[in-house]
Structures are given as structure tokens and as C-alpha cells.
């Protein structure tokens, strides 16, 4: 288990939010769950917000949750599609901070993004081009470097209009993504407890 709560909404990522989102025209999450955690707190900022959650059940309840926010579209979505993510997931060596979901990461993750949704790659539908943005990724466990490597494949001069937001940066999830972009020589900055981690991305 984690030993914090799922929703991050602490008043340390909402004050980084405020600060982050001046540059930027709209936010992208993967991730909404139910849309009382991070979701909100992108809401609040009144800038446009593009959210994707691949549970029928958390989505419907976060569209409700968010119903009162006219700039915000909660989709029923996969960030990726879904023949990429099980790829990823069944070469995934799960040999890192893993187990705090389940004892068999890979089946777990694999039936986590296993239900029809409305589109698959949203990643690539609202995020591949040069519209200034906050890109915050925080998904399944299993598949958040799938979706740092796809953010990362697009042109530079796209990616010199994002700023990059990762959840869950000690876990499998975005441990690697935070080495990546130190490796590159990128400004990457850490909250206080090391949760969740920031970077005006620069080429
Ligand atoms: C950690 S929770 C998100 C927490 C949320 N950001 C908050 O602060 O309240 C991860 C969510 O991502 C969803 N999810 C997992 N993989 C996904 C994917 N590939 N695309 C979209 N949603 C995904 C899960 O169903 C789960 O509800």
C-alpha cells in the first residue's frame, strides 16, 4: 500500500498549480480518479482542464464531482492505446518500487486498462503540438513511464511550451521518468516530501 492518500491535493502541490498554470492555456491529467484530488485543484485554477480516466465507475463519479467546473472535460479515456500499454506492461520487469498495489503488478495493471472507453492515445490527441500546457501524469502505477516516454517523444519545440507534473516520483510509476530527466540535464524540482516532482521542460 502507499503510505499516502491517492488524491493529491495537498496545499503544497495546489500553491505549485498556482504558480506552474500562469504560462500555461490549459492542463492535461492522465489519471482523474474521482476528481476530488488533483482534478479539483486544476479546476479551481479556472484555466481549461482535459482529463482522462479509463474506470467507467471513477469517471462517472468524477463527472459528477466536477459537474460545477464549466472548464473542465472529464473523459472517459485511455491515455495511450491499449495494445502499447499491455505491450509495455508484459515486458515491464516490475524489479522497482512495485508491489504497493499488488502482488502481481502485471495482471493488475493489465485489468486496470482492460475496459472499452471512449478513445484510446489521448496523450498524443490533446498534448502532441505547441499549445502551452501543463501536463500532469498520474495513472496506473504500472504504465506511468509508458506515458513520460510518449510525452517525450514529441518535437522539442513542442515540449519547450509544456511543463511536465509527475505523481508518485519515489514508485514505479515516474522513478525512472525523474532519472530521465535529470540524466538530460532538465530542471527538475522535487516537492517536500519527494511525492511529486515539476519541470519546465527545455531544448
Ligand atoms: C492515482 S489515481 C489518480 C489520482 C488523481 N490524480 C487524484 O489526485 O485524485 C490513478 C487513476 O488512473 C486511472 N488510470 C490508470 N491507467 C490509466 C490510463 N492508461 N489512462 C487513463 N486513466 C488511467 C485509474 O483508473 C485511477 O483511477
Not at 522497482?96 to 489521448?122: A, C, H, W
Not at 513542442?158 to 540535464?185: F, P, T, W
Request: with cysteine; glycine share 6%.
Amino acid at each position: 500500500m502507499l503510505d499516502y492518500p491517492i488524491q493529491l491535493n495537498t496545499l503544497e502541490f495546489k500553491a505549485v498549480v498556482a504558480d506552474l498554470v500562469k504560462n500555461c492555456d490549459e492542463i492535461i491529467e492522465t489519471g482523474t480518479f474521482q476528481g476530488n484530488g488533483s482534478t479539483k485543484i486544476f479546476a479551481e485554477t479556472g484555466k481549461y482542464v482535459f482529463t482522462m480516466e479509463c474506470n467507467a465507475v471513477n469517471h462517472h463519479i468524477a463527472s459528477q464531482n466536477l459537474m460545477q467546473y464549466q472548464n473542465v472535460a472529464p473523459f472517459h479515456a485511455l491515455s495511450l492505446g491499449r495494445e502499447d500499454l499491455i505491450r509495455f506492461l508484459m515486458h515491464e520487469k516490475f524489479d522497482l518500487q512495485t508491489n504497493y498495489d499488488s502482488v502481481y503488478p502485471k495482471t493488475f495493471y493489465m485489468r486496470e486498462i482492460g475496459e472499452r472507453v471512449l478513445f484510446e492515445n489521448g496523450l498524443d490527441l490533446f498534448c502532441n503540438n505547441d499549445r502551452k500546457q501543463l501536463i500532469f501524469l498520474d495513472s496506473a502505477g504500472g504504465v506511468g513511464y509508458a506515458e513520460f516516454l510518449e510525452v517525450m517523444s514529441y518535437k522539442p519545440e513542442y515540449l519547450n511550451n509544456k511543463v511536465l507534473m509527475l505523481d508518485d516520483v519515489q514508485h514505479i510509476k515516474h522513478c525512472r521518468s525523474v532519472a530521465k530527466l535529470l540524466e538530460m540535464g532538465q530542471d527538475v524540482h522535487l516537492s517536500a516530501e519527494n511525492r511529486f516532482a515539476w519541470c519546465y521542460l527545455k531544448f
